[in-house]
């Protein structure tokens, strides 16, 4: 289980959490209860989301368990310098969305002395992992990579299987468009895949 930095911010600098995973693994809903535990600290904080998510309200980020919070909607990464306003803990929701300064803009913040906080998908529906949240990983203090659980299997999810055929990177999903498997079931259905695509191409 994670445990909160308990080193006063006047005695260190910030740091940078990331929380990763797959679709439907908790990481909002991660994200949420840390920022709402930095409020009970009575810390300033401030969550962003790009604007690109347009799931939900533009000003709220909502977890898959329908626990909301209010957010800034943001673009680009170096908008949140606009909107700093002397926050000491700054949440990220949907990272791998923001363009690369997003891993120079968290690491600026975090030597600043600033909490940040990160949640995001770390592969897409291939398997391929994000390059800024490989990043963001590679530089953070804490990693905490949680999971969904497979309904194939009843094991540990750990990939974003896309239902849908749309063969974009990016596809914003709520519900029916994904669902998380785990190693040997995304392996399985990728193959089943592969193979009916085959078929139709020789037809």
Known sequence: MFLENTLKFDKQTGWI????????????EELIRRVRRAKYANLDVIIFKPKIDTRDKKDTVVSHDDTTIDCITIKSASEIYKNLKGTRVIGIDEAQFFDEKIVEVCNSL???GIRVIVAGLDMDYKGVPFKNMANLMATAEYVTKVHAICPKTGGLAQYSYRKAKSKKRILLGKGGEYMPLSRAAY????????????EKNKD
Request: aromatic share 4%.
């Open 110 to 112: 975090a030597n600043d």
């Open 187 to 198: 392996v399985k259905k990728s193959i089943k895949k592969k193979k009916k695509t085959s």
């Open 17 to 28: 959490e990331v929380v990763c995973g797959s679709m439907f693994s908790g990481k909002t």
